[in-house]
């Protein structure tokens, strides 16, 4: 069973920081580009960040460069988003997004909010 399970969100107050983790299972991790996706209120979603297979090159929101950072260890079949300088504009459910080109395999966990207020 093919499971994706974000956490670590939670309220943070403007210039804060939070890590959230993406813990996957039910499939060959170290196959599949992660990304992180969010959607806040009346808003699409969208791609924030996206990191291949072995993590060697990542791509990033221009609004998020120089603050967020995605790294993951295959080891543990996991993926990290650390979020630094938080704005209220990040405010959004954040999704974890598993993507293998080859076979078109697509997993999304169910989400984790994160909230930037003071």
């Known amino acids: 069973q093919v499971q994706l399970v974000e956490s670590g969100g939670g309220l943070v107050q403007p210039g804060g920081s939070l890590r959230l983790s993406c813990a996957a299972s039910?499939?060959?991790?170290?196959?599949?580009?992660m990304r992180w996706h969010r959607q806040a209120p009346g808003k699409e979603r969208e791609l924030v960040v996206h990191i291949t297979t072995t993590g060697g090159s990542t791509m990033y929101l221009d609004s998020v460069k120089g603050r967020f950072t995605i790294s993951r260890d295959n080891a543990k079949n996991t993926v990290y988003l650390q979020m630094n300088s938080l704005k209220p504009e990040d405010t959004a459910v954040y999704y974890c997004?598993?993507?293998?080109?080859?076979?078109?395999?697509?997993?999304w966990g169910r989400g984790t909010q994160v909230t930037v207020s003071s």
């Open positions: 997004n598993a993507r293998n080109i080859f076979n078109g395999y697509d997993f």
């Open positions: 039910g499939f060959t991790f170290s196959s599949y580009a």
